[in-house]
């Protein structure tokens, strides 16, 4: 059984530029979580949602981001207009269920120039 | 905020058993006790969690005090592998709510020396 799985690893974009990251959740699994960890920060929760539904996204900031977990397919993380601010390492995580334990990917790390 | 209190770092010999305390003094009835650890950025994993009784699993032991106020994360034979940040989390499991995050405080920086 395959874990979360998270795409690019790395990705490098320029000021202004869109930023896609994809979250594959386990297998199984229909909730998706998305964390960002600031260098030398915590992790700090953004979006949480089920297939086709923002469940909650209180942690998402206003502008600029917004995430998305279609019927088909990953879960896309969208960053546009990247600003320096926006390089961290952007984790997901999946759960079959709201109360059962989270199970993380491997992250994308976002570098903006 | 997170509601637990960590040591900021610790230190333990390989091979010894390292302990990992976690307070939690404001914890609720329906509030699970979980630990996660980071190992360089890598993301996180996770190792074990409970509710009141103490929990074993292939990676490590969790402890948690009768009052449920303060726990400890055991890894019996620590190997330099396990050098890492590790999260102790206090989370509801609420079937019915929508708030499924996890607060992440700045955790415990262990060091396995050999």
């Known amino acids: 059984n395959a874990g979360v799985m998270q795409n690019p690893r790395h990705l490098v974009r320029r000021r202004g530029q869109e930023a896609r990251l994809r979250c594959s959740p386990m297998?199984?699994?229909?909730?998706v979580y998305w964390y960002r960890q600031l260098p030398e920060e915590g992790l700090k929760f953004m979006v949480y949602?089920?297939?086709?539904?923002?469940?909650?996204e209180s942690g998402m900031p206003k502008e600029r981001f917004s995430a998305e977990f279609p019927k088909e397919g990953p879960s896309i993380l969208r960053i546009q207009q990247v600003v320096r601010g926006d390089s961290a390492a952007y984790f997901c995580?999946?759960?079959?269920?709201?109360?059962?334990?989270?199970?993380f990917g491997p992250g994308t790390r976002l570098l903006v120039l | 905020d997170a509601k637990t209190t960590q040591p900021t770092s610790m230190d333990c010999a390989e091979g010894r058993a390292a302990n990992l305390p976690c307070n939690h003094s404001?914890?609720?009835?329906?509030?699970?006790v979980y630990w996660y650890r980071q190992i360089h950025s890598q993301g996180p994993q996770y190792i074990i969690h409970?509710?009141?009784n103490n929990e074993t699993n292939e990676m490590a032991s969790l402890i948690i005090t009768e009052d449920r106020k303060s726990s400890t994360l055991i890894l019996p034979h620590a190997t330099l592998r396990d050098t890492a940040v590790y999260y102790c989390?206090?989370?509801?499991?609420?079937?019915?709510?929508?708030?499924?995050?996890?607060?992440f405080g700045k955790g415990t920086k262990l060091s396995v020396k050999p």
């Open positions: 297998k199984g699994h229909s909730h």
């Open positions: 949602l089920q297939k086709e539904n923002i469940i909650d």
């Open positions: 995580a999946s759960s079959r269920h709201l109360a059962e334990t989270q199970y």
């Open positions: 409970g509710l009141k």
């Open positions: 989390i206090v989370r509801v499991e609420n079937y019915g709510g929508s708030q499924g995050n996890l607060i």
């Open positions: 404001t914890i609720s009835g329906n509030e699970y």
